[in-house]
């Protein structure tokens, strides 16, 4: 398995895919590097891919304040995969930081091509929503 097919099933939308399933995500993978300051995502703009940081670190931020500190490992914009509604957040590069990026419209083609890895990824969407829902009813 590469490094990329490995690091992408440890996101949770992709865990539990079978190999050849993720071989197909895989394809739809491209490094990304930006340096620090720049802005990977901006709050507002439409959304047209997931980012997986594999090295550097993130802040996000809403309305020019801090949310949160992203690193290795960390991921942003799995919704943008299935939809391409605007941006939450604002991310920027603090460091030096690599990505491997998902492109909606690459992504979309292989869903259409491949209509287990989209039944997959409604599951997997599924639950994740239950396990937010579950969360706010604490």
Known sequence: MSTTMESLARVPLFQGLDRKAME??????????FKAGDAIVKEGEEGVGFYLITSGKVAVT??????????AGDFFGEMALLDNHRR?????????????????????????ANPD???HLLA???????????????
């Open 24 to 33: 197909r995500v895989e394809r739809t993978a491209r490094p990304r590097s």
């Open 62 to 71: 809403r309305g020019g304040a801090q949310l949160n500190t992203l690193g």
């Open 88 to 112: 939450s957040a604002t991310v920027t590069a603090t460091e030096g930081t690599d990505c491997i990026v998902l492109h909606r419209a690459d992504f979309v083609a292989e869903l259409r």
């Open 117 to 119: 890895l989209a039944v």
């Open 124 to 138: 997997s969407m599924s639950r994740r929503l239950r396990e937010l829902d579950e969360k706010l009813g604490d």
